[in-house]
């Protein structure tokens, strides 16, 4: 893992040793760190890691639940295309969010997300081979972009080197750390 200067943006959805050495590990270097939460199932357990180890977390789609775990801020999906209520501006909740394509980055724009996360920038087993962005096209999709653009989905050991050439001051990752 070379991006030193990257923030790190790190999808969990249990908390297992192999993945708490490895955020430890991340946080060691320095490095700007924020958990996602994907899951509910654990998720009084990541909040509280989170807290302990001064490392900011986000909860996906629900505000309720950031709200009254004293989350950092509110992860939106592309799925969620709610424009009724402002989060930033009734809550103290930083807002990000995730966008497939055009469309959806303009959704996120208007939902106030600070940072957007445009995926898939490699394969993974969500999406197949067409549908990759690779570095090359995200920097050429997000040119003309104003907002911070950040890149999601198959980030991983082998490929982290690549993200190098991308022009993004962050990086979204999961399987950095599960696996």
């Known amino acids: 893992m070379k991006n030193n200067k990257l923030d790190y943006y790190?999808?969990?959805?249990?908390?297992?040793?192999?993945?708490?050495?490895?955020?430890?590990?991340?946080?060691?270097?320095?490095?700007?760190?924020?958990?996602?939460?994907?899951?509910?199932?654990?998720?009084?357990?990541?909040?509280?890691?989170?807290?302990n180890n001064k490392i900011a977390f986000f909860v996906v789609d629900d505000i309720k639940v950031a709200i009254k775990n004293n989350a950092q801020g509110i992860f939106l999906t592309s799925k969620n295309k709610t424009l009724r209520n402002n989060i930033k501006e009734t809550t103290k909740l930083d807002v990000i969010g995730s966008a497939h394509n055009?469309?959806?980055?303009?959704?996120?724009?208007?939902?106030?997300?600070?940072?957007?996360?445009?995926?898939?920038?490699?394969?993974?087993?969500?999406?197949?081979?067409n549908k990759i962005l690779g570095p090359i096209r995200f920097n050429l999709i997000t040119l003309n972009w104003k907002s911070n653009i950040c890149p999601l989905g198959g980030i991983n050991n082998k490929n982290i080197k690549f993200t190098n050439a991308i022009k993004s001051k962050c990086i979204g990752v999961k399987s950095i750390v599960t696996n």
């Open 10 to 51: 790190i999808f969990v959805e249990e908390l297992n040793e192999k993945i708490i050495k490895n955020i430890i590990r991340l946080k060691k270097r320095k490095l700007k760190l924020t958990i996602i939460i994907l899951s509910d199932k654990n998720f009084l357990l990541i909040s509280k890691f989170a807290k």
């Open 102 to 129: 055009q469309y959806e980055y303009y959704i996120k724009i208007r939902q106030k997300c600070s940072v957007i996360m445009l995926s898939p920038i490699f394969y993974n087993n969500k999406y197949s081979y």
